[in-house]
């Protein structure tokens, strides 16, 4: 008798288990329920239909050749049998049946099952905010959201929008709503800094810059405390922090909550915040339910943390592993560093591993190094600066992250994807600093950022670079606590030396550096800097030999500045 095979959830995962099952077994029965309508879509490409880059909503949920993925579809060309709006309710393991609910008219009813397969992802979290439930306010976690939002400002109804969340969903929101619509988007989020999950603070100050500069009014450190409105004109504003932003959109993006309650009532085991536990076979804690996508834990490979990860890409190299263990194969899926990219207006932004604040929470003691330098090489046409952060553990070397943001979306993901099999197998700054990518000129430098990257962290963690970041730069000297050493040119150091006075910023070119460093005191702190940190570690090497023992250099120098505090920047500078 052929097996059968039910799945639960049809928009990520389901899918995926259900074609690569029917393609190792052509004999097994599958049915795959959902209890929305529409299903096998591209979540991600949300925002992007949104924001007008995707026209027409069909395109999430069609194939390349245009063929609307319905359950028509999924019978004729995957031999899948697909239920819409049927939702699973209970689970009797004993028996192996599923209890389902058809939502069209309320009936129940039991479905037999060998193997169950979950894939419900999740549901938007909606803070207890008064004023949440007031028309107007949306999350954003399926097509059909997606359609009443752009039919809404389509129609002219926003003028103004508050996104209550910074992280992936509410940037790319903040993005969407001001870049083709021209709405007054004021972007919130409760965190120091923008994307907190996914990026530290260095990075994210590029990125904030990033949205302010393309119109999006960034709040952070911020709390939205009420929504104002009434039922019938629908939102009118957000008090945030005190302050009244008015509005006639709001969205929500504070997370989701994993759709498990059925399964954990049926006794399958959960973690943290409901999201169920598997094994290596993404198997849950019966050996005929199998789990993947939004509503499960995954290990973190660097930290060695269980926690759930909600990103397509995993969902989809889940789906394959449980059909291919449902086959009879033995498949597994060991974790995730966590490889994240997203669009930022004109910026791209990249992370793999730990930030230095998830690092310092697992234990760790995490040194960074920043570099600022151009993708590709510095004399061919259209290249751009790229910067990288780089996290490893003091004591062991070992890389525990990776950073990066750039003008050109595919070079930075290029970078960290390069890193990614180095935090798989728990590599050192070592093998980044002799890392084998490929070189051409319209590609990258000789020696490329990732390389570089390696080498000024293996030089800061031996003791020969003393970096300093911007923010502490910042903060210093506008308490008057630094003194700068600018090693550029004189044309370019002479609008800083005007606007803040030749005392607090002193101009010695690199090459006069070996013969004029006694011009310098030894008894103030120095901060050396330059076009981008690679000559003011050169420098610091110099002045460390004469005696100087109070000197650091601004990593990223003013290629960091430009892109993070552009007004600290002289007119002419």
């Known amino acids: 008798m052929a097996k059968k095979i039910i799945i639960v959830g049809a928009v990520a995962l389901g899918p995926k288990v259900a074609s690569r099952l029917r393609r190792l077994d052509p004999d097994c029965e599958i049915t795959m329920i959902d209890r929305d309508s529409l299903i096998s879509y591209g979540g991600c490409g949300i925002p992007y239909y949104i924001g007008g880059d995707i026209g027409e909503i069909e395109e999430l949920y069609s194939t390349t050749a245009h063929h609307v993925r319905d359950p028509e579809f999924f019978r004729t060309v995957k031999g899948v049998k697909v239920l819409t709006r049927v939702e699973a309710i209970g689970i009797d393991r004993r028996k192996k049946q599923l209890k389902v609910r058809h939502l069209d008219d309320g009936t129940e009813s039991e479905m037999a099952y060998d193997k169950l397969v979950i894939g419900t992802g999740g549901t938007p979290f909606t803070p207890p905010i008064p004023g949440a439930d007031l028309p107007g306010v949306y999350p954003v976690s399926n097509l059909h959201h997606a359609q009443a939002i752009k039919e809404l400002i389509s129609k002219g109804a926003v003028g103004n929008a508050v996104v209550i969340g910074a992280g992936a969903i509410g940037v790319e929101m903040a993005e969407a709503l001001t870049d083709l619509w021209g709405v007054q988007t004021t972007l919130v989020e409760m965190a120091p800094h923008v994307l907190p999950v996914a990026i530290g603070p260095n990075i994210a100050l590029i990125v904030e810059k990033e949205l302010e500069k393309s119109g999006v009014d960034v709040k952070i450190g911020a709390q939205v405390t009420k929504i104002l409105g009434d039922a019938e004109s629908g939102v009118t504003g957000v008090e945030v922090s005190g302050e009244v932003i008015e509005c006639d959109l709001v969205v929500m993006a504070v997370g989701v909550r994993p759709n498990t309650r059925f399964a954990a009532e049926a006794g399958l085991a959960v973690g943290r915040g409901g999201s169920l536990i598997v094994d290596k076979n993404l198997r849950t804690t019966d050996p005929d339910i199998y789990a993947g996508g939004d509503c499960i834990e995954v290990r973190n490979l660097v930290s060695g943390e269980q926690l759930p990860m909600a990103l397509g890409s995993l969902a989809n190299r889940q789906g394959r592993i449980i ?181 607090r910023w002193i101009h010695i070119p690199q090459p006069e550096l070996r013969e004029r460093c006694n011009e310098l005191p030894k008894d103030k702190d120095l901060c050396l800097f330059c076009g981008t940190g690679a000559r003011s570690f050169e420098c610091q090497i110099i002045l460390n030999q004469n005696g100087f023992t109070r000197v650091k250099n601004l990593q990223g120098g003013y290629a960091i500045i430009r892109v993070t505090d552009p007004d600290f920047i002289p007119q002419g500078g």
């Open 323 to 503: 059909a291919t263990n449902i086959f009879g194969k033995n498949a597994q899926f060991d974790g995730t560093v966590g490889t994240f990219c997203i669009k930022v207006f004109g910026m791209g932004v990249a992370t793999a591993g730990l930030t230095i604040h998830q690092a310092k929470a697992a234990g760790f003691d995490p040194v960074h190094s920043l570099v600022a330098q151009f993708d590709r090489a510095h004399f061919y046409p259209n290249s751009k600066f790229l910067f990288v952060q780089l996290i490893a553990d003091r004591a062991t070397r070992r890389v525990l992250g990776v950073e990066a943001v750039g003008e050109q979306i595919d070079s930075v993901k290029a970078r960290v994807d390069a890193v990614v099999p180095l935090l798989h197998k728990g590599m050192n700054v070592d093998e980044v600093c002799t890392l084998e990518v490929g070189y051409a000129p319209p590609f990258s430098s000789a020696m490329d950022v990732i390389n570089n990257a390696g080498n000024t962290l293996d030089n800061i963690l031996d003791g020969r670079n003393t970096p300093m970041d911007w923010p502490e730069f910042s903060d210093l000297f506008e308490k008057g606590q630094i003194t700068v050493v600018d090693l550029r040119e004189a044309v370019e150091a002479q609008p800083f030396i005007d606007q803040y006075g030749a005392e």
